[in-house]
């Protein structure tokens, strides 16, 4: 931060009360409103997360006016797909870097929501089904970002799993899954790379705005985590701008006209509202403005430039780390680049590239290159192509569908190129089948030639168990940025080599996905009753059949895991360490993935769970060795009953493979357990009492010494028999039966013994 005589944060005593609430909204769509005369600039906010959306002319924020020319890098879903936080704090570097050139000062991105359901609309945005993994990439991705001098906006702070209803919703979740699972994830970014901004979501939780939620704006976000820096509301999240500014939130975007601005006066004024609260929020849009100020001034001098063939070589990079080779039977892949054979390309897919999602974060690439040109350059045979489809996917295709049997049944090999319907912001999939049209297309292909390799296009996960035994090989493409295209070829004929690893699950069915029975809810409401059991979670826990595990990913070339070992840190976590070896004849990157478990534990728990992982790139032969530090804090739960996060003591399991369902090797582990001792009183039961080190001993002399007295009370809650049968049962409730032992001056002094 600027801490010169010219630190805007040092102007806030001189600003006046309406100059302080101009402040914390917009002067229009984008930028925030200047105090000319204080020499306070505006500040420019721009889309991202794959790419710099700044918008030419026009105002909107679901991708309808265009924007200038930016490096469309590949979505959030095919980043994920890498876990590199290396590769990811390079593209937070060239968008930081962009938005710079742009004279941008906020960057909105990177999205962690949790994929709750593959229905949601925006997965194609966000990073993992895992918190770990998608808190570890993005706080790289802030980093990245932030190196720049310009902000990123962490969003969407907090569990905005669907579009549907999305600005009424209210995400009804438990206390466990909302710390543990939703919130994980933005906590590690926040501690670990301090974002400038968060971005807060549209929607309630448990019945709350997230841009009214104290609780979760200031007491978790600020007291718990140390977020230092600005909460910007989503654009029009705001519901109350008064109760807004004072649960915690800085800035309203876009601008409500002044409108609010008065609101907030009004509320000093009228000794609503502490002017100590505006001080506050105005203090920290001062702050980040000179957090931004030396991007926003190289912009302003002309001196702010990047290197756009540089980017998108970055962007093909990857694009090509991205992709998940699902299925490779027999060695289908890669082809030969020097056979002569013909080679089919079907699908439009390959000649107009689906290469991002619809909405808020629609890039205007600075160049598009597809896959069918790419192939054409690097095959050695012919190569002819057929759409197959129509890019709408609305019109009659039955033409389009024999022509393309006709283009299959004459090639040696057919490279068939499908996707998911689109998604965008705005409104959630209504399923994960693929499209009508395209399932036509795959019956009649595969029927004309099964030597046929499926690339895939999409954002969200497709269902692929009704069709992926038929052929040899399926590559998932996701969504890629500008360089998809050719890095679709160049993993189709073995010049790159695919490492990526699922970061969701593909299950069988929707049916048979965590949520399905609870999503998207009804009358403003989702009830989040899978609870903890989000993703592999409850796959692996329910021992349940998917087509396509969570860290999976095939590679042209194989991995072995060797000599896992652990260590005890000075913190109380514990170090792994184990040797992995390229044992082919491919360079390639391994991706080594840590779960842990606790088999014998008074919580409920997941059959295992991410606690860390590690990118390993290997030439043929290299063996390296492997470090993941996993702290104490990590394999913490959070305790409703005390409140806070608690390390349960016991012998954890340690899992390292190649997915959730390939474990190479296992470690057992000793940790420590916090006193996870809940304080007693006369409304906790029979057992608790009983279970406490202080309160057993205490009521079972209590109860001994009114049965040697003949009271029968007693002697059956003493009997083992009659304590299983009542001894739910909380105080309160025995003292209330006639003839009880616990009478109330026998519950005081209960009470006085555990306090002391």
Known sequence: MITSPESHADKLPSLSLEEKASLTSGADFWTTKPV??????????TDGPHGVRRQAEGNDHVGLNASVPATCFPPAAGLGST???DLLARVGQALGAEARAGGVSVLLGPGINIKRSPLGGRNFEYLSEDPVLAGELGAALVAGIQSQGVAASLKHFAVNNQENDRLRVSADVDERPLREVYLRGFQKVVTAAQPWTVMCSYNRINGVYASEDAWLLTDVLRGEWGFTGLVVSDWGAVNDRVKALAAGLDLEMPSSGGATDAQIVEAVKDGTLDEAVLDTAAGRVLQLADRTA????????GGAVYDTDAHHALALEAARRSIVLLKNEDAFLPLDPAAPGRVAVIGEYARTPRYQGGGSSLVNPTRLENALDAIRALA???VVFAPGYLAGQKADEEGLVAEAADAAASAETVI?????????????????????????LLEAVLDANPNTVVVLSNGGVVQTAAWDHRVPAVLEGWLLGQAGGPATAEVLFG?????????????????????????PGELSHVRYGEGLFVGYRYYDSREMEVSYPFGHGLSYTTFAHTGLQTTATADGGVRLTLDVTNTGDRAGHEIVQAYTSLPVSAF??????????????LEPGQTKAVQIDLARQDLSVWHPGLGRWVIEGGDYVLEVGASSRDIRQSATFRVDGDDLTQPLTTG?????????????????????????EGNQRAQLLIDPEGRSLIGSFPLTRLAAFPGSPLTPGALEGLLRQVSR
């Open 604 to 617: 409920t728990r997941p059959r295992r769970e991410l606690k860390g992982f590690a990118a390993v790139h």
């Open 294 to 301: 030396d991007a926003r001034e190289g912009a302003e001098e």
């Open 495 to 519: 010049v790159a080599n695919p490492s990526g690893r699922l970061a969701e699950t593909i299950p069988n069915r929707l049916q048979d996905t965590p949520a399905y029975l609870d999503f």
């Open 36 to 45: 000319p005369g204080a020499g306070v600039p505006p500040m420019l906010l």
């Open 83 to 85: 876990w590199d936080a």
């Open 380 to 382: 050695g045979g012919e």
């Open 416 to 440: 068939l190129f499908l996707g998911s319907e689109l998604e965008s912001e705005g409104y959630d999939r209504t399923g994960i089948a693929l499209p009508a049209a395209h399932r036509a």
């Open 684 to 708: 906790s039961t029979l057992l608790e009492w009983l279970a406490h080190p202080a309160g057993g001993p205490a009521i079972t002399a209590v109860l001994e010494q009114a049965a040697a």
